[in-house]
């Protein structure tokens, strides 16, 4: 293949460019949208007026307002699991507690910076707005690398039932079981992939009640820092899977 073949191929002619280019736009109004009064703001003939588009022209673009909430929601999803890989990487050596302090940091940092887009994904539903199938696998990829610093911990008995639920979970559903499998290794079977589960949803549970309440002002005029709360419940989580 040529190279004026394969750069056809990678970027698309003009017509496919100027695609992407006006999609992006798009998204870029609607997400200064969502930051200025949250997911009611955002409104496809305000975005249509902006760029001077008319309505039927826009939807050539977004078959609706809820195609355009899917992938600015996959988008954060997408951004939200890089930021938590990277840091999983760059944290490998180090030792699980420490890794697991440092996952949880990310994810709290990745909310603050960008408060409206954590929140359309982690806020109230919107009554009446159904996410795409691919949405649970792309908030799972967020969660991920939480999995393998549970795999060979040793749960104490106060969060046993959680991780005989979470067994349970893996057992019965092919989906989650190959989802752990991403991320555990085999040995250690079942138990293995049961303290993951566990740990990681513990983990993502801490992690969003504290960061969802500093994200939404909750915690203003109290005399605690929220990092601090979230490394003290991280430490907590630790312990209770004898983390080293």
């Known amino acids: 293949m040529d190279q004026a073949a394969g750069a056809k191929k990678t970027t698309g002619g003009p017509r496919a460019r100027y695609r992407e280019q006006t999609r992006a736009e798009i998204k870029e109004i609607a997400l200064r949208q969502l930051a200025e009064g949250g997911i009611p703001a955002i409104a496809l003939t305000r975005i249509a007026k902006e760029l001077e588009l008319s309505g039927p022209a826009l939807y050539r673009y977004f078959a609706g307002r809820d195609d355009l909430l899917g992938v600015l929601i996959a988008d ?7 930021a938590v890989g ?16 440092s996952l949880a940091g990310t994810y709290r940092a990745w909310a603050v910076q960008q408060p409206h887009r954590y929140l359309l994904i982690a806020g109230s539903p919107l009554p009446g707005y159904t996410a795409p199938p691919e949405t649970l696998a792309q908030a799972r990829a967020a969660l991920g690398p939480f999995l393998p610093l549970f795999a060979s911990a040793q749960p104490g008995p106060a969060v046993l039932p959680v ?6 979970w893996v057992r019965q559903d ?7 499998a991403q991320y555990v290794e085999a040995p250690g079977g079942m138990d293995r992939a049961g303290y993951a589960l ?3 949803v513990m983990a993502w549970t801490r992690m969003h009640g504290v960061v969802s309440l500093e994200v939404e002002g909750q915690f203003s005029g109290m005399g605690h820092e929220p990092r601090v709360l979230l490394d003290v419940e991280m430490h907590t989580l630790a312990d209770s899977f004898r983390l080293a």
């Open 198 to 200: 566990a740990g990681a």
């Open 163 to 168: 991780v005989e639920q979470m067994t349970d």
């Open 174 to 180: 092919p989906a989650v079981a190959d989802w752990v």
């Open 76 to 82: 954060a999803y997408q951004d939200l699991a890089a």
């Open 86 to 101: 990277e840091t999983a990487e760059e944290s490998a050596n180090h030792a699980l507690r420490h890794r697991l302090l």
